[in-house]
């Protein structure tokens, strides 16, 4: 009897190749302001999992901070400053960001995450009065924005590289007309070859995204030329020249774009009906990015935070989290070479800062019962060998296998994941 049943169902499923692949899941941790401060935001992770971002009261207080998983640290601003924010951490432990003087001046920062030290990037090398820095490689070599003191507008600013070799340099413009300092460039992101992104004016005072080397100066990136008269930004780059940015087609209208290299055409991201706008915010080695997608041009869209794998494929990073969890993840701001993202959206209503950590193992899957984090014809051959006493099933695996929770893997069982793969 067991062989006549064993030969019906597989000739049930013989012709089934297709299954259902293993999702990618995360932990979540939410970061705690410090005592006397209400909300936090996370803005970048090492790949110790050393996490900065900035904590705010309600008076309008800033404090940055660097986080280890358990213990927050506020990061000292200068003299009798009032606001301080971090961008990123490298792997040396090194933070940039900025802090205001005395006159609520931002100064361009660089910490140091253990020593809680400093420096004044700002000081004795912009001559304006406010500087950030932005994007960090793992040397220490800084890119951001500093005031650039101008005769008709009283200031411009322009994108600047710092390393304690060369010193502060003014990166410049696209634009070489010499009128009004030849407008306006901000850096936001340096890969370890010392590549740097994005935007400055160009010579018809368009924004546009530019990539700035050591060789070969800035150099424009290539548009989609039926958006030229939109502002395009180039806001990340990893170590294989992967460039991502957006073009802002109208107000509250941006559109997230990808370049291959630094002479590659741009590809458009293919954006959700649900959420058709993005901006990327942070990229690693793999290739995969992150950043904010929201539902609408009004004025206070729904924002949900973003994951852009590799391949191509964009996942809301809130169907990816335990249910009832309380938190609206908007938007992710980086994303380290483990895979763990942070960035901030809402625990319960309230700003928070946040950690995703890749689930260690896969959660237990219906169907799969040979564990392999996919559904498919093997999976009932397992539970066919079970019944038909060829081996014994047991663990998550037999868990998995018993599809209707009666504690016994019978042909029930079987039939349901059959119906699983088919998508019945």
């Known amino acids: 009897m067991k062989n006549i ?79 301080s924010s971090t961008w990123h951490i490298n792997d040396e432990g090194l933070v940039s960001g900025y802090s205001t003087d005395a006159d609520n001046n931002k100064h361009a920062i ?31 070599r800084v890119v951001g924005m500093a005031d650039i003191p101008e005769t008709s507008l009283g200031y411009v600013f322009h994108a600047f590289l710092y390393d304690t070799v060369s010193g502060f340099q003014d990166l410049g413009t696209l634009n070489n007309s010499g009128a009004y300092g030849n407008g306006y460039s901000i850096a936001y992101s340096i890969n370890n070859y010392g590549d740097v992104v994005g935007i400055a004016h160009d010579s018809s005072w368009n ?31 990893n170590d294989s020249c992967l460039i991502g940015g957006h073009v802002i087609s109208a107000t509250n209208k941006s559109l997230p774009y990808i370049w291959s290299g630094s002479t590659a055409v741009p590809a458009p991201v293919i954006m959700t009906a649900a959420f058709p706008y993005g901006e990327i915010y942070g990229i690693n080695s793999d290739g ?62 309230i700003k928070r800062g946040f950690v995703l950590t890749p689930s260690g193992t896969p959660p237990l899957m219906p169907g799969d019962a040979n564990l392999d984090n996919i559904v498919n014809i093997l999976d009932i051959t397992t539970c066919i ?33 059959i119906n699983a793969i088919l998508g019945t």
């Open 288 to 349: 995969s990015m992150v950043g904010a997608m929201w539902d609408s041009d009004a004025d206070e869209p729904l924002y949900h935070a973003f994951i852009l794998e590799a391949d191509g494929s964009l996942s809301d990073l809130n169907d990816m989290i335990p249910a009832g969890s309380g938190a609206v993840l908007e938007f992710a701001r980086y994303i380290n070479e483990i895979g763990q993202i942070v960035g901030y959206g809402t625990e319960n209503g």
């Open 110 to 140: 660089i910490w140091d995450s253990e020593t809680g030290s400093l420096v004044d990037i700002h000081d004795g090398n912009v001559t304006g009065d406010s500087s950030s820095a932005y994007g960090m490689d793992d040397s220490g």
């Open 5 to 83: 049943m064993k030969r019906s169902i597989l000739s049930l499923v013989f012709l089934m190749v297709a299954g259902t692949a293993f999702a990618q899941t995360y932990e979540l941790q939410f970061i705690q302001p410090d005592t006397g401060y209400e909300s936090t935001r996370a803005y970048g992770i090492n790949n110790s999992g050393k996490v900065v971002g900035r904590m705010d009261d309600s008076s309008g207080k800033i404090q940055a901070f660097v986080w280890d998983g358990t213990t927050l640290n506020r990061l000292p601003p200068i003299s009798d400053a009032t606001k």
């Open 385 to 417: 060998n079970h019944i038909t006493g060829i081996n014994d099933l047991t663990g998550d695996g037999f868990i998995n296998a018993d599809m209707n929770s009666d504690s016994t893997l019978d042909i029930l069982d079987v039939i349901s994941i």
């Open 207 to 237: 924004y546009r995204p530019f990539i700035y080397s050591s060789t070969d100066g800035m150099v424009a990136l290539e548009i989609n030329t039926s958006l030229s008269s939109g502002e395009w930004y180039a806001t990340v780059i």
